[in-house]
């Protein structure tokens, strides 16, 4: 089994800016993709960065703002996030593809989520 367990979320305000983390743990040798997604309230949980050893993605409306990054000696992945707006409140999900052994696929696992509340 893998564990995500993310942290870093809080209360902010506009303008201000935070860094999420998500560590991997448990029967892990590789971790592939890492992404974090945002739910905010009454909304649909929406993917918001990934990396990968392909590079990296963002959704549009949040380029130049949001910067994702990964330490993979750390199976962590982190989501630093400037310049934030009353919008951005929600609660924000790890998720990764890991592969447990050589041969295993990948299987998918999700964190718990962080809360982050931007003020206005």
């Known amino acids: 089994q893998v564990q995500l367990v993310e942290s870093g979320g809080g209360l902010v305000q506009a303008g201000g800016s935070l860094t999420l983390s998500c560590a991997a743990s448990g029967s ?8 974090w997604h945002r739910q905010a309230p009454g909304k649909q949980r ?8 392909g590079g990296t993605t963002y959704a549009d409306s949040l380029k130049g703002r949001f910067t994702i990054s990964r330490d993979n000696a750390k199976n962590t992945v982190y989501l630093q996030m400037n310049s934030l707006k009353p919008e951005d409140t929600a609660v924000y999900y790890c998720n990764a593809v890991v592969q447990s052994t050589l041969s295993s696929i990948g299987r998918e696992y999700w964190g718990q989520g962080t809360q982050v509340t931007v003020s206005s």
Request: without cysteine; charged residues 10%; glycine residues 6%.
């Open 28 to 35: 892990i040798f590789r971790v592939n993709i890492m992404a």
């Open 46 to 53: 929406e993917l918001v960065a990934t990396t990968s050893g």
